[in-house]
Protein backbone atom coordinates (compact mmCIF):
# COMPACT_ATOMS: atom_id res chain seq x y z
CA UNK A 1 0.00 0.00 0.00
CA UNK A 2 3.09 2.34 0.33
CA UNK A 3 3.63 1.98 -3.00
CA UNK A 4 -0.05 3.87 -4.05
CA UNK A 5 1.14 6.65 -1.82
CA UNK A 6 4.48 6.83 -3.84
CA UNK A 7 2.38 7.18 -7.05
CA UNK A 8 0.31 10.15 -5.67
CA UNK A 9 3.35 11.65 -4.64
CA UNK A 10 5.09 11.46 -7.39
CA UNK A 11 2.06 12.81 -9.41
CA UNK A 12 1.58 15.21 -7.46
CA UNK A 13 5.21 16.05 -8.49
CA UNK A 14 3.82 17.25 -11.76
CA UNK A 15 1.43 19.56 -10.79
CA UNK A 16 2.33 22.65 -12.41
CA UNK A 17 -0.55 24.51 -11.79
CA UNK A 18 0.23 23.61 -7.94
CA UNK A 19 4.11 23.88 -8.48
CA UNK A 20 3.61 27.65 -9.57
CA UNK A 21 1.52 28.61 -6.25
CA UNK A 22 4.11 27.15 -4.37
CA UNK A 23 2.22 24.43 -2.46
CA UNK A 24 3.99 22.18 -0.72
CA UNK A 25 2.83 18.63 0.22
CA UNK A 26 4.00 17.82 4.18
CA UNK A 27 2.51 14.62 4.98
CA UNK A 28 0.40 12.12 3.09
CA UNK A 29 -1.15 8.68 4.48
CA UNK A 30 -3.63 6.53 3.44
CA UNK A 31 -6.81 8.69 5.49
CA UNK A 32 -4.52 12.24 6.20
CA UNK A 33 -2.74 15.18 4.24
CA UNK A 34 -1.20 18.21 5.39
CA UNK A 35 0.20 20.66 2.55
CA UNK A 36 1.09 24.71 2.95
CA UNK A 37 1.72 27.54 0.77
CA UNK A 38 2.79 31.21 1.55
CA UNK A 39 0.55 33.54 0.04
CA UNK A 40 2.23 35.84 -2.62
CA UNK A 41 1.50 40.01 -3.96
CA UNK A 42 0.36 38.05 -6.70
CA UNK A 43 -2.22 35.94 -5.18
CA UNK A 44 -4.07 39.41 -4.50
CA UNK A 45 -7.77 40.41 -5.63
CA UNK A 46 -8.43 44.07 -7.01
CA UNK A 47 -9.30 44.85 -3.34
CA UNK A 48 -5.89 43.81 -2.55
CA UNK A 49 -6.99 40.99 -0.31
CA UNK A 50 -6.03 37.19 -0.94
CA UNK A 51 -8.12 36.23 -3.46
CA UNK A 52 -10.74 33.22 -2.64
CA UNK A 53 -9.01 31.66 -5.95
CA UNK A 54 -6.04 31.23 -4.19
CA UNK A 55 -7.08 29.60 -0.67
CA UNK A 56 -9.57 27.18 -2.89
CA UNK A 57 -6.32 25.75 -4.66
CA UNK A 58 -4.41 25.11 -1.78
CA UNK A 59 -7.17 22.96 -0.79
CA UNK A 60 -8.36 21.23 -3.72
CA UNK A 61 -4.62 20.56 -4.45
CA UNK A 62 -4.96 18.57 -1.02
CA UNK A 63 -8.58 17.14 -2.40
CA UNK A 64 -6.59 15.84 -5.36
CA UNK A 65 -3.46 13.75 -3.55
CA UNK A 66 -5.56 12.28 -0.57
CA UNK A 67 -8.88 11.23 -3.03
CA UNK A 68 -6.17 9.59 -5.23
CA UNK A 69 -3.68 7.91 -3.02
CA UNK A 70 -4.87 4.02 -3.29
CA UNK A 71 -4.04 3.97 -6.74
CA UNK A 72 -7.55 4.13 -7.74
CA UNK A 73 -8.36 7.34 -10.14
CA UNK A 74 -10.74 9.63 -8.87
CA UNK A 75 -12.03 13.00 -10.17
CA UNK A 76 -14.00 15.72 -7.97
CA UNK A 77 -17.97 15.24 -8.06
CA UNK A 78 -18.12 18.58 -5.68
CA UNK A 79 -16.63 20.66 -3.54
CA UNK A 80 -18.46 23.23 -1.10
CA UNK A 81 -15.79 25.52 0.33
CA UNK A 82 -16.64 28.53 3.43
CA UNK A 83 -14.33 30.82 3.79
CA UNK A 84 -14.01 32.14 7.79
CA UNK A 85 -11.40 34.42 7.82
CA UNK A 86 -8.97 36.58 5.09
CA UNK A 87 -5.71 36.22 5.95
CA UNK A 88 -3.02 39.22 5.24
CA UNK A 89 -0.90 39.05 2.07
CA UNK A 90 2.60 36.78 3.04
CA UNK A 91 0.72 35.00 5.78
CA UNK A 92 1.67 30.58 5.76
CA UNK A 93 -1.67 28.56 4.94
CA UNK A 94 -1.45 25.40 5.95
CA UNK A 95 -4.07 22.73 4.75
CA UNK A 96 -4.64 19.55 6.92
CA UNK A 97 -7.79 16.89 4.91
CA UNK A 98 -9.00 13.72 6.05
CA UNK A 99 -10.81 10.92 3.95
CA UNK A 100 -14.25 10.36 6.03
CA UNK A 101 -15.39 7.73 4.00
CA UNK A 102 -14.99 5.61 0.96
CA UNK A 103 -16.62 3.37 -1.29
CA UNK A 104 -16.12 1.34 -4.05
CA UNK A 105 -17.22 3.97 -6.14
CA UNK A 106 -17.23 7.20 -4.14
CA UNK A 107 -15.31 8.78 -1.24
CA UNK A 108 -15.69 11.93 1.23
CA UNK A 109 -13.48 14.28 2.68
CA UNK A 110 -13.12 17.15 5.06
CA UNK A 111 -10.48 19.93 4.77
CA UNK A 112 -9.23 22.90 6.70
CA UNK A 113 -6.99 25.42 5.95
CA UNK A 114 -6.06 28.02 8.67
CA UNK A 115 -2.95 30.39 9.34
CA UNK A 116 -0.71 30.58 12.18
CA UNK A 117 -1.06 33.89 14.23
CA UNK A 118 1.30 34.93 16.91
CA UNK A 119 1.03 31.11 17.77
CA UNK A 120 -2.54 30.93 17.85
CA UNK A 121 -4.03 28.88 15.11
CA UNK A 122 -7.03 30.70 13.18
CA UNK A 123 -9.61 28.51 10.38
CA UNK A 124 -9.66 30.33 7.36
CA UNK A 125 -11.63 27.92 5.23
CA UNK A 126 -13.29 24.65 5.44
CA UNK A 127 -14.03 22.55 2.27
CA UNK A 128 -16.26 19.40 2.05
CA UNK A 129 -15.61 17.24 -1.23
CA UNK A 130 -16.53 14.48 -3.05
CA UNK A 131 -14.94 12.33 -5.46
CA UNK A 132 -16.02 9.34 -8.03
CA UNK A 133 -13.22 6.14 -7.47
CA UNK A 134 -13.40 5.19 -11.65
CA UNK A 135 -11.89 2.05 -10.41
CA UNK A 136 -8.95 2.44 -12.84
CA UNK A 137 -4.88 2.32 -11.67
CA UNK A 138 -3.25 5.54 -12.27
CA UNK A 139 -0.86 5.85 -14.93
CA UNK A 140 2.37 6.81 -12.87
CA UNK A 141 4.61 7.16 -16.33
CA UNK A 142 2.42 10.73 -17.44
CA UNK A 143 3.96 13.59 -17.66
CA UNK A 144 7.70 12.16 -17.01
Keep these: ?3 HLDIARQRFAHDNYARSL ?6 LTHGTIRMHMQLRDDMLNWFSRVHGG ?3 ALADAAFSV ?3 NSNNLAVALDC ?5 AGPE ?3 LL ?8 A ?31 TGKPIDHTVGQ
Design 1 to 3: MHE
Design 22 to 27: GIVLDE
Design 54 to 56: AIY
Design 66 to 68: LAN
Design 80 to 84: SITYH
Design 89 to 91: PGT
Design 94 to 101: IVEGEKLS
Design 103 to 133: SRRTGAYLFKVSMDQQGKRTIVATMKSIAYR
